[in-house]
């Protein structure tokens, strides 16, 4: 059985439909726009956009805050999975999963992550997984039971020293 205690779901990289409970969410265009299944009537959602230093216009993307839950799940999933296409921050969370050694505890895909001050426990072999660019990433002062993985390896320094596994 799958139960997360936490997901966060939008449609990001290569996938662009997002299915969270009874609500569909599909790409029309390269994160300008989605649909959105699921509330009473479909509804199209535009994403805000900025100008860049050079006075181009940009989209930013969709953001998450993740800061001071305590989160707890069993079974075929992590406990927090976070996907958002601009930054995120996961901060003072306290994390665990319990009944399964496969998945990690925390995944987080995002344009930016900011990770910092976490309690990880349980799991499979990783306690936290990242998706994001490593000059997109802090990774700051957590403890968790398992490695914090970076794209699929293990942090390097700074961040190494930064965070302890015990």
């Excluded at 953001?63 to 707890?72: D, E, H, K």
Aim: hydrophobic content about 45%; proline content about 4%; aromatic content about 4%.
């Amino acid at each position: 059985m799958q139960w997360l205690a936490l997901l966060v779901e939008a449609p990001v990289g290569k996938r662009w439909v997002s299915r969270v409970g009874d609500h569909v969410a599909v790409l029309l265009d390269k994160m300008r726009a989605t649909l959105v299944f699921g509330a009473k009537r479909p509804y199209v959602v535009a994403a805000a956009t900025e100008l860049d230093a050079s006075g181009v216009v940009v989209v930013r993307g969709a953001s998450a805050s993740v800061l001071g839950n305590v989160l707890a799940a069993r079974g075929g999933a992590p406990a927090a999975a976070v996907a958002a296409s601009g930054d995120c921050l996961f901060s003072d969370n306290r994390c665990e999963l319990r009944a399964n050694t496969r998945d990690p505890v925390v995944r987080i895909e995002a344009g930016t992550a900011i990770v910092n001050a976490n309690r990880v426990r349980g799991g499979g072999e990783t306690s936290i997984q990242l998706r994001v660019s490593e000059q997109r990433a802090t990774v700051v002062g957590n403890i968790t039971s398992g490695p914090i993985l970076l794209n699929g390896t293990g942090l390097t320094d700074p961040w190494k020293a930064l965070n302890v596994q015990v």
